[in-house]
C-alpha cells in the first residue's frame, strides 16, 4: 500500500511542499501546493489532495444520482438532482431509437414527481447534465424513504469496499440505494427496520469524520460479534472502491465508482 | 475630519480600555443557519454579524448567469434593532456600498471558474453594530464560504487600523471611527499576503499610512487565526493532530 499523508487544512493551507501534481481541491502557488477546501489532505507520489468535508454536490460525468422528475418537454425530461445545474434525460434513452414524440406518450413511462436513479452521461460544465438509465438497476424508484444527506458524506457511508451499508442494510433488513449527490432512498418491508436505517445513516452523516465509526454503528444496530467478523471479510461484489490506508474516508477515485442496491437486483 | 476631544488617556488606554494595538474579543461560530449551505456567527467586540452562504446555486434571473465563471451577490444589511436609533430596513445608499466592497474584497479569494452558469449568494445581516461592521463582515463571510465549501484560494481576513489622537491604532470602534482622526479598513488573504480591499476615511500622511496599513495587516492576521480555530473546532472537534 502507497504510504499516505494526511492533515486537517482549510482553504489557503499549504498541503504539500514540492513537485508533486495537484489532484483536487488544490491549486499550485509557486513550490507549494494549496488547499481550496475544508477536509483531509491526502499526498501520495501520485500527488496531493484534499477529501473536502463540506459543500453541494457538483456533477461529474459518470456520478450516479437519484433524481426527482420535474417535467418533461417533447424530447427529454428535465430532472432535479440536487445541484445547481438542472438534468436532462432524452426521450430516446427511454423508449429507444425509434421515439417519435408523435406516438410516444412520455408521461406513460415516467411522470413529474417520480423518483429516479441515472448516471450522468455527459457533463462538461458548458451545457446542463445529461442522464442515462440505460445501466443495471437503473429506472424510476417505486418506493421507499427518501433522505437527504451531504454529499461529502457519502463516500463514508458506502464505507470501505461497502462495509457500511451492507452492515446496515443487513441489521434492518432495508435496501438502501444511494445517490453520489447526497439523496438516498431506504426501502424494506419493516417501518421499524427503515427508520433504524435512516437513524444509523443519520448518525454517520454527523460523525462521518471520528474514527472506529463502523464499530460504533455495528452496536447501535445490534450486530452480534460473529457477524462483525463475518461481514469484513465478505467480499462486496457490487463496490469497486479502491482501498485507502483506513476506512475513514474512501479517496475521490473510489466516490466516483459509485454505488447502487449493494445487494443486487432491481 | 477634525478630532475634538481625546479618545486616549494618559494611561494609554482608549474609550473601551483597549491599548492602541489591541484588538476587540472576537468569538466565531460556524454552521449557526442550518437551511444555509454555510454560515458563521461574528462577535467583533459588540458587534453581532450573521453571514450565511447559498450555493453554488442555479441564477435566477437566468440571464445573469456567466457562461464562464459564477457570479456573486452580496447583502451587507443592517437590522433595524441593531443601532441605538431604529434604523429603517429598506437598503440605504450606504449599504448597497457596502454590500458592493464586500463582494469585491471577497471574489478575488474563490475560485469562479469553477461554477460556470452558477451564483454563489452571500447574506450578511448585521444584528448588532459597533463600528468596523464591514469587516467584521468580511471575515465572517469568508468562514461561511468556507463552511459551504466553495474552492477558495485563500480565506480573506479582515481589520481596521486608523489614527486616533495622532497615534496609530488597530480596530477602530464607533465612538474612534465617529471622532478619531482616520479610519482604515483592509481586507487581506493571509497566505498569499494580498490586499483585497482598502479603504480610507480621513487623512493620513505618507508615514501615516504605511504604519497604518502594517497595523491593519497584523490586525488580519490575528482575525485569521480565530477564523482557523473557528473551522476546525466545528470540523475536527478535539481532533487536532496530524495523522500519518
Not at chain 1, 504539500?16 to 477536509?39: C, D, W
Not at chain 2, 481589520?159 to 487581506?188: F, L, R, S
Request: proline share 4%; with cysteine.
Amino acid at each position: 500500500m502507497q504510504e499516505t499523508k494526511r492533515k486537517y487544512v482549510i482553504p489557503g493551507d499549504v498541503v504539500a511542499e514540492g513537485n508533486l501534481k495537484p489532484l483536487v481541491n488544490v491549486f499550485r502557488n509557486g513550490n507549494s501546493i494549496i488547499a481550496t477546501r475544508i477536509g483531509i489532505t491526502e499526498s501520495t507520489q501520485d500527488g496531493a489532495k484534499v477529501i473536502p468535508l463540506s459543500g453541494v454536490y457538483f456533477p461529474r460525468a459518470n456520478d450516479i444520482v437519484i433524481g426527482k422528475i420535474l417535467d418533461h418537454s417533447s424530447l427529454s425530461w428535465s430532472i432535479d438532482i440536487n445541484s445547481c445545474f438542472l438534468a436532462h434525460l432524452p426521450a430516446q434513452d427511454v423508449f429507444g431509437r425509434d421515439f417519435s414524440p408523435a406516438q410516444d406518450d412520455m408521461g406513460r413511462q415516467l411522470s413529474s414527481g417520480d423518483i429516479i436513479v441515472a448516471r450522468i452521461a455527459i457533463f462538461d460544465r458548458t451545457r446542463d447534465p445529461i442522464l442515462t438509465i440505460q445501466d443495471n438497476d437503473m429506472g424510476k424508484i417505486p418506493t421507499g424513504d427518501l433522505i437527504k444527506i451531504s454529499p461529502t458524506r457519502v463516500p463514508r457511508l458506502i464505507g470501505k469496499r461497502g462495509s457500511m451499508i451492507q452492515t446496515i442494510e443487513h441489521a434492518t433488513s432495508t435496501r438502501i440505494t444511494i445517490g453520489q449527490n447526497g439523496i438516498i432512498v431506504v426501502s424494506g418491508k419493516d417501518r421499524d427496520g427503515v427508520n433504524l436505517a435512516i437513524n444509523a445513516i443519520h448518525i454517520v452523516e454527523i460523525e462521518a469524520h471520528t474514527s472506529n465509526l463502523t464499530q460504533r454503528i455495528k452496536q447501535l444496530l445490534n450486530v452480534p460479534e460473529s457477524e462483525i467478523e463475518n461481514d469484513d471479510t465478505q467480499p462486496s461484489i457490487e463496490m469497486n472502491n479502491t482501498q485507502t490506508n483506513d476506512d475513514e474516508f474512501n479517496s475521490n477515485e473510489a466516490d466516483k465508482e459509485g454505488v447502487i442496491n449493494s445487494n443486487g437486483s432491481k | 475630519m477634525v478630532q475634538n476631544r481625546s479618545l486616549i488617556d494618559e494611561k494609554g488606554k482608549r474609550t473601551d480600555g483597549r491599548i492602541i494595538d489591541e484588538l476587540r474579543d472576537v468569538k466565531i461560530e460556524v454552521g449557526v443557519i442550518n437551511n444555509a449551505d454555510g454560515s458563521a456567527l461574528i462577535e467583533f467586540g459588540k458587534n453581532k454579524i450573521i453571514a450565511a452562504v447559498y450555493g453554488p446555486r442555479e441564477v435566477h434571473p437566468k440571464h445573469m448567469a456567466l457562461s464562464d465563471r459564477s457570479v456573486v451577490r452580496c447583502r451587507y444589511h443592517m437590522s433595524p434593532f441593531s443601532t441605538d436609533t431604529r434604523k429603517s430596513p429598506a437598503p440605504s445608499r450606504r449599504e448597497t456600498e457596502i454590500s458592493k466592497v464586500i463582494r469585491e474584497a471577497l471574489e478575488p479569494a474563490l475560485i469562479l471558474e469553477d461554477y460556470p452558469r452558477a451564483a454563489i449568494d452571500i447574506f450578511i445581516e448585521v444584528l448588532q453594530a459597533d463600528g468596523g461592521s464591514r469587516c467584521a463582515g468580511i471575515s465572517a463571510a469568508a468562514v461561511a464560504l468556507a463552511d459551504a465549501g466553495i474552492n477558495m484560494r485563500d480565506m480573506v481576513s479582515a481589520c481596521a487600523a486608523g489614527k486616533v489622537d495622532d497615534k496609530i491604532v488597530i480596530d477602530i470602534n464607533d465612538t474612534e471611527d465617529k471622532e478619531g482622526g482616520a479610519d482604515m479598513p483592509v481586507a487581506y488573504m493571509p497566505n498569499l499576503q494580498k490586499i483585497t480591499l482598502l479603504q480610507l476615511d480621513g487623512e493620513l500622511n505618507s508615514d501615516e499610512f504605511n504604519r497604518c496599513l502594517e497595523e491593519a495587516i497584523r490586525g488580519c492576521l490575528k482575525v485569521h487565526e480565530i477564523q482557523r480555530s473557528s473551522l476546525m473546532e466545528k470540523y475536527f472537534g478535539n481532533e487536532k493532530g496530524v495523522k500519518e
